[in-house]
């Protein structure tokens, strides 16, 4: 009979501390989560996919990143892009506002 209050004591002890875990990381999900820009996935999605490196960045991500957080602001660098694609390109940068809502205006 002790055995099996000595189980249902250490069930109920593990059960406690995983609803408390599970709770802190709802609560930590909920505020310290970071909102992913969903314009980089769409931008990376516009580039070639070649990630050539040519624009020197280590890839499309790459380059797309440096766009989207503002520290490159030429999306002409990427060698293989099309006229037609990188005047899309722009279009679309200077026309969607990312989370913060502001747009990319002085892109080239
Ligand atoms: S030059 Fe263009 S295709 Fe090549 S890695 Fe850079 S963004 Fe990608």
């Given at each position: 009979m002790e055995t099996i209050i000595v189980i249902i004591k250490a069930l109920v002890v593990t059960l406690g501390i995983g609803a408390f875990l599970g709770l802190l990381l709802a609560v930590?999900?909920?505020?310290?989560?970071?909102?992913?820009?969903p314009r980089l996935e769409v931008l990376l999605?516009?580039?070639?996919?070649?990630?050539?490196?040519?624009?020197g960045y280590p890839g499309c991500s790459g380059m797309a990143d440096s766009i989207i957080s503002g520290s490159n602001k030429q999306v002409s660098l990427c060698?293989?892009?099309?006229?037609?694609?990188?005047?899309?390109i722009i279009e679309y940068l200077k026309s969607?506002?990312?989370?913060?809502?502001?747009?990319?205006?002085?892109?080239k």
């Amino acid at each position: 009979m002790e055995t099996i209050i000595v189980i249902i004591k250490a069930l109920v002890v593990t059960l406690g501390i995983g609803a408390f875990l599970g709770l802190l990381l709802a609560v930590a999900d909920k505020y310290l989560s970071v909102k992913a820009d969903p314009r980089l996935e769409v931008l990376l999605s516009m580039l070639p996919g070649a990630n050539c490196g040519g624009c020197g960045y280590p890839g499309c991500s790459g380059m797309a990143d440096s766009i989207i957080s503002g520290s490159n602001k030429q999306v002409s660098l990427c060698k293989p892009l099309k006229k037609e694609k990188l005047a899309e390109i722009i279009e679309y940068l200077k026309s969607t506002p990312g989370p913060d809502g502001s747009v990319l205006n002085d892109i080239k």
